[in-house]
């Protein structure tokens, strides 16, 4: 008897979950994985944060925690310290108290509560991703019944944000448009806005009616500094914008499998707040029903902690700090071999990612013949370079280009 199942088509696989399995089964002993976004030491291991060690020890030992439900809108301290944490103790918004947060399953949950609530409650229609963007994007806002338009953002040639085309693609959006903003370290292509092109895409937002929903899933893993990589957030606030940041700690707290992520509302008033507060709780109720409690409390008690605040705040200049000079590196060593083309881009972008502006073939290349596992689009990630790999990879880049402009030549 068939399966009630048998007229279900194979989904695609989802490429860099599928790269990740690729990489674990390769036996080749140069291997080298630029494809996950997750951080790794110059050992090219993973790295738990000594003060999550601690914090985690700390609460093993702790009589009093237990394991009751968390409130629908999750952990108290952790909403707190993060919307404070992502737009600053002073911001009026909080001074005020119309900011609430709502804890989800990571980043991706935060923007999933925002999506339901902004086309169940709100009734939007259309929401407008950046050319390229982070892949999810597209799929959730679509599940969530969203039509998905897409404006100009990277500029092929030379490898900046396109602000004049993004501003005129946001200048046709209809009536009852999202836009979804990366609010630092742009992913794929690690390149932002500077502060002046900030301040013209808040003005075209605001002249449009457009709900900025900003996605930050890099506060202070990008530059080192939460203040610097928080700017974006706190001019939106300040400019009096109300709007939704979807925030993840998988990356500056290293709690990738936790899935600690909060929604932080920013309204004009805390009676507002408190009706979004409401809805976003009825939403939350029907998919997860109440959030997960450790990786928020390791968030909260850190956030909550002057001692180990400094000391969290020390691990992200760490890892910021190795991201850069693997940039730096790396741009050194194309350079220096005489890799064709101008590689300061490398230097120029920003966070964990890297468009490298190797196109689709190059990068099967980098991975059929050098066993060098990145993204088709060209995007590595830089926490995957280390002191034993770079020169391989390096040397890997130069071969591909070099082969690909000897090949463009001969057909000439």
Not at 32 to 50: E, F, T
Not at 192 to 210: R, S
Not at 367 to 387: D, E, P, Q, T, W
Request: hydrophobic share 40%; aromatic share 10%; proline share 4%.
């Amino acid at each position: 008897m068939a399966s009630v199942f048998s007229d279900i088509e194979m989904g695609p696989p989802i490429e860099v979950f599928k790269m990740v399995a690729e990489f674990n089964a390769d036996p080749h002993p140069e291997k080298v994985n630029l494809s996950v976004g997750a951080y790794r030491g110059n050992d090219g291991k993973p790295w738990v944060l000594p003060v999550v060690r601690t914090v985690e020890a700390q609460m093993a030992s702790d009589q009093t925690l237990n394991h009751e439900y968390l409130p629908v809108a999750g952990l108290p301290d952790f909403r707190t310290g993060a919307c404070k944490m992502i737009l600053g103790e002073e911001d009026p918004a909080i001074v005020q108290n119309r900011v609430a947060g709502v804890q989800a399953l990571g980043g991706t949950g935060a923007l999933k509560v925002a999506a339901d609530f902004l086309r169940q409650n709100m009734k939007y229609e259309y929401v407008y991703v950046s050319t390229p963007t982070w892949e999810n994007h597209k799929s959730l806002f679509t599940k969530a019944g969203f039509k998905v338009k897409e404006h100009r953002y990277w500029n092929a040639k030379t490898c900046s944000v396109d602000l004049e085309g993004m501003l005129e693609d946001l200048r046709t959006a209809p009536p009852k448009s999202v836009v979804i903003l990366h609010a630092v370290a742009h992913n794929p292509t690690g390149t932002d806005p500077t502060q002046e092109q900030w301040k013209q895409i808040a003005d075209v937002c605001e002249e449009k009616k457009l709900f900025v929903l900003m996605d930050c899933a890099y506060q202070g893993y990008t530059s080192g500094d939460l203040d610097k990589d928080a700017w974006s957030c706190r001019y939106f606030s300040q400019r009096g914008f109300e709007f939704f940041i979807a925030q993840s700690f998988s990356k500056n707290f290293g709690l990738y499998n936790e899935r600690v992520g909060n929604l932080c509302v920013v309204c004009k008033d805390s009676d507002s707040k408190s009706k979004v507060l409401s809805q976003m709780e009825l939403n939350v109720r029907v998919v997860w029903s109440n959030p997960s409690n450790h990786g928020a409390r390791i968030v909260a008690t850190v956030l909550n902690n002057p001692p180990l605040y400094a000391e969290w705040r020390e691990s992200i200049k760490t890892m910021a700090n190795r991201i850069l000079f693997m940039r730096e590196q790396l741009h050194q060593k194309l350079k220096a071999i005489g890799c064709p083309g101008n590689w300061d881009h490398i230097v120029q972008q920003q966070g964990m990612f890297s468009y490298t502006g190797l196109n689709e073939h190059q990068s099967e290349q980098m991975v059929k013949r050098f066993h060098i596992y990145m993204m088709k689009s060209g995007r590595i990630s830089m926490a995957g370079l280390n002191s034993q790999n770079l020169d391989y990879v390096a040397k890997a880049i130069n071969t591909v280009v070099t082969e690909s402009m000897g090949q463009a030549q001969s057909r000439i």
